[in-house]
């Protein structure tokens, strides 16, 4: 690699001799490479990963597992739990007898995967990590009780020494551990409300005292980068860490309010990013429908729904379902949320030509054989999608409608003509999330007479449906995870001939379930009858009013 000449490796191998020493240690003592550049070489020669001090949340559970003594003696430190595996960062990653001592501490039959560091990072790290309170309520104990200067200073300084640095991070690691996808932190009059949305809704988790929210907004917009004087415009952030192996980056919004800036964190977890599109959660006959749609070679694909409706996520499986060498995938979105390998993946950025319209003139100078494009706003970037579908390419994209039908006067809305949408529009697809019943606790009971009218079935013979109870699993919600629920409108000559001739989205509907179309809410009452989600959870995602 060109750090050390041929002289300096002949002094390094004749002090080896007298001292015994590694090799890799001899060369930083001699002054000769840094400790990182080590650790970088060990890593790539290894096939290791590099642990990265400054960008990981170590778990506390790890450091009880093992203790400190333990960690300096043989230079080692426990930095998460995933499944049957621990990852441990390692000074000396071919130490057998490091790996062996630290095995007893480990559940049995656990697999130990060594991440590569250099010893003083590690040193470094048991020091920071051990011996403080990592504990939401500890922490704020530690607050109320201790003197504790709570000025910037002190925030940017050596971190986990500070129990603020720790409030923050314990408040982030404990978002991510339940699931959560935005962490909101709301002054009021006297506290604090610290509130998750956790599949889709709002749950309060605590309150703090009114007296640490400066030192806590402060904290925040320190590590995401923010103006940390400006308190009276919007600003937004962000930041990111490691935690075991996955990558989390977290998007910080900061608005002023009556009582303070109020903070909400979008988690952006890209480990459980891209799924596959068997377990987008599609009907028999929806998936049947999707496959079919998606072999054909050119068009567009609209995905529609509100914003959180998993829109993305159902378009990113799609894309990694038709990903591979023989084909060239662009992207243009606002931000890019997911980093898929071989798809070539561009961002819309304000103020430059590279807005979605001129963006998406610039990608089809750049050979692909499938467009996604982030979401269709105006009518410059509808043109522009259209056109690349005219040309020969499959396209994908979002757009905000209410159900799939409605895309169509919604495209007609931004100045596409019925003649250009007929013929190049392959399908439509709607979604949203209902929550799901909890595996562990739900069970299942008859339906009411009520529950069978909103069925459409004979109360005569209830069907048995799906109850939620509560579990320590789903905190006593009833829910864990959310379901998609679906309605998918194909396109072909039939259908576009009927949008040519200007007819009602009834019509055009009633038609559509000839070619296996069904609407969201019956696919969404299937899935009640399978006990996967209740109509409760149905009713919040889906208009269900008609049936009442």
Same mark, same amino acid.
């Given at each position: 690699?060109?750090?050390?000449?041929? #002289?300096?490796?002949?002094?390094?191998?004749?002090?080896?001799?007298?001292?015994?020493?590694?090799?890799?240690?001899?060369?930083?003592?001699?002054?000769?490479?840094?400790?990182? @550049?080590?650790?970088?070489?060990?890593?790539?020669?290894?096939?290791?990963?590099?642990?990265?001090?400054?960008? &990981?949340?170590?778990?506390?559970?790890?450091?009880?597992?093992?203790?400190?003594?333990?960690?300096?003696?043989?230079?080692?430190?426990?930095?998460?739990?995933?499944?049957?595996?621990?990852?441990?960062?390692? @000074?000396?990653?071919?130490?057998?007898?490091?790996?062996?001592?630290?095995?007893?501490?480990?559940?049995?039959?656990?697999?130990?995967?060594?991440?590569?560091?250099?010893?003083?990072?590690?040193?470094?790290?048991?020091?920071?990590?051990?011996?403080?309170?990592?504990?939401?309520?500890?922490?704020?104990?530690?607050?109320?009780?201790?003197?504790?200067?709570?000025? &910037?200073?002190?925030?940017?300084?050596?971190?986990?020494?500070?129990?603020?640095?720790?409030?923050?991070?314990?408040?982030?690691?404990?978002?991510?551990?339940?699931?959560?996808?935005?962490?909101?932190?709301?002054?009021?009059?006297?506290?604090?409300?610290?509130?998750?949305?956790?599949?889709?809704?709002?749950?309060?988790?605590? &309150?703090?005292?009114?007296?640490?929210?400066?030192?806590?907004?402060?904290?925040?917009?320190?590590?995401?980068?923010?103006?940390?004087?400006?308190?009276?415009?919007?600003?937004?952030?962000?930041?990111?860490?490691?935690?075991?192996?996955?990558?989390?980056?977290?998007?910080?919004?900061?608005?002023?309010?009556?009582?303070?800036?109020?903070?909400?964190?979008?988690?952006?977890?890209?480990?459980?990013?891209?799924?596959?599109?068997?377990?987008?959660?599609?009907?028999?006959?929806?998936?049947?429908?999707?496959?079919?749609?998606?072999?054909?070679?050119?068009?567009?694909?609209?995905?529609?729904?509100?914003?959180?409706?998993?829109?993305?996520?159902?378009?990113?499986?799609?894309?990694?379902?038709?990903?591979?060498?023989?084909?060239?995938?662009?992207?243009?979105?606002?931000?890019?949320?997911?980093?898929?390998?071989?798809?070539?993946?561009?961002?819309?950025?304000?103020?430059? @030509?590279?807005?979605?319209?001129?963006? *998406?003139?610039?990608?089809?100078?750049?050979?692909?054989?499938?467009?996604?494009?982030?979401?269709?706003?105006?009518?410059?970037?509808?043109?522009?999608?259209?056109?690349?579908?005219?040309?020969?390419?499959? *396209?994908?994209?979002?757009?905000?409608?209410?159900?799939?039908?409605?895309?169509?006067?919604?495209?007609?809305?931004?100045?596409?003509?019925?003649?250009?949408?007929?013929?190049?529009?392959?399908?439509?697809?709607?979604?949203?999330?209902?929550?799901?019943? %909890?595996?562990?606790?739900?069970?299942?009971?008859?339906?009411?007479? #009520?529950? %069978?009218?909103?069925?459409?079935?004979?109360?005569?013979?209830?069907?048995?449906?799906?109850?939620? *109870?509560?579990?320590?699993?789903?905190?006593?919600?009833?829910?864990?995870?959310?379901?998609?629920?679906?309605?998918?409108?194909?396109?072909?000559?039939?259908?576009?001939?009927?949008?040519?001739?200007?007819?009602?989205?009834?019509?055009?509907?009633?038609?559509?379930?000839?070619?296996?179309?069904?609407?969201?809410?019956?696919?969404?009452?299937?899935?009640?009858?399978?006990?996967?989600?209740?109509?409760?959870?149905?009713?919040? @995602?889906?208009?269900?009013?008609?049936?009442?």
């Amino acid at each position: 690699m060109g750090l050390i000449s041929k #002289d300096q490796l002949q002094v390094a191998l004749y002090e080896r001799k007298r001292t015994n020493k590694l090799l890799g240690t001899l060369l930083v003592d001699l002054g000769f490479i840094t400790e990182a @550049a080590l650790s970088a070489v060990l890593a790539s020669s290894s096939g290791y990963e590099k642990f990265d001090l400054q960008g &990981t949340v170590v778990e506390p559970e790890m450091l009880k597992r093992i203790p400190k003594e333990v960690a300096l003696r043989y230079r080692v430190l426990p930095v998460a739990m995933e499944g049957n595996s621990m990852r441990l960062a390692m @000074a000396d990653i071919y130490d057998v007898l490091a790996l062996d001592q630290t095995r007893k501490y480990a559940p049995p039959g656990c697999e130990i995967i060594p991440l590569v560091s250099s010893e003083a990072e590690i040193l470094q790290a048991i020091d920071q990590f051990y011996g403080y309170e990592f504990s939401l309520d500890g922490i704020l104990r530690e607050l109320e009780t201790g003197k504790h200067d709570v000025s &910037t200073a002190a925030l940017s300084g050596e971190g986990y020494v500070h129990p603020l640095v720790r409030l923050v991070n314990a408040i982030v690691l404990d978002a991510v551990k339940t699931g959560a996808s935005d962490i909101h932190l709301e002054p009021e009059g006297a506290f604090v409300r610290l509130r998750y949305r956790i599949d889709g809704v709002m749950q309060q988790i605590r &309150t703090f005292h009114k007296d640490h929210w400066p030192a806590i907004s402060h904290r925040i917009k320190i590590v995401s980068g923010m103006n940390i004087a400006d308190k009276l415009n919007p600003q937004d952030g962000r930041f990111g860490f490691s935690m075991g192996s996955r990558k989390i980056d977290f998007r910080v919004a900061c608005m002023p309010t009556v009582h303070g800036e109020n903070i909400v964190i979008r988690i952006l977890d890209k480990s459980r990013s891209v799924i596959s599109i068997d377990s987008l959660g599609l009907s028999e006959g929806n998936h049947n429908l999707l496959h079919r749609l998606i072999r054909r070679p050119e068009g567009i694909i609209i995905v529609t729904g509100p914003t959180g409706s998993g829109k993305t996520t159902t378009l990113y499986a799609v894309l990694s379902h038709i990903n591979s060498l023989e084909r060239n995938i662009m992207t243009l979105e606002d931000p890019v949320e997911y980093e898929v390998q071989l798809m070539r993946q561009g961002q819309v950025r304000e103020g430059t @030509a590279m807005n979605f319209a001129d963006g *998406v003139r610039a990608l089809l100078r750049q050979d692909p054989d499938v467009i996604f494009i982030g979401e269709v706003r105006d009518n410059a970037t509808a043109a522009m999608a259209l056109r690349a579908a005219m040309t020969g390419h499959q *396209v994908y994209t979002t757009l905000h409608t209410n159900d799939a039908a409605g895309a169509i006067p919604r495209l007609h809305d931004l100045g596409l003509s019925h003649g250009l949408l007929a013929g190049n529009i392959i399908g439509i697809m709607a979604q949203r999330l209902a929550r799901r019943l %909890c595996p562990n606790c739900g069970t299942r009971r008859p339906a009411t007479a #009520d529950e %069978c009218r909103i069925l459409g079935i004979d109360p005569t013979s209830p069907p048995e449906i799906g109850e939620k *109870v509560g579990c320590g699993e789903c905190r006593f919600t009833g829910y864990k995870g959310r379901l998609a629920v679906h309605e998918l409108l194909p396109m072909n000559r039939t259908i576009d001939e009927m949008i040519l001739a200007g007819s009602s989205l009834a019509n055009v509907r009633a038609e559509a379930r000839k070619f296996g179309y069904i609407p969201i809410a019956e696919d969404g009452i299937q899935k009640v009858m399978q006990g996967l989600i209740t109509l409760e959870s149905l009713g919040r @995602a889906v208009d269900i009013t008609d049936r009442l």
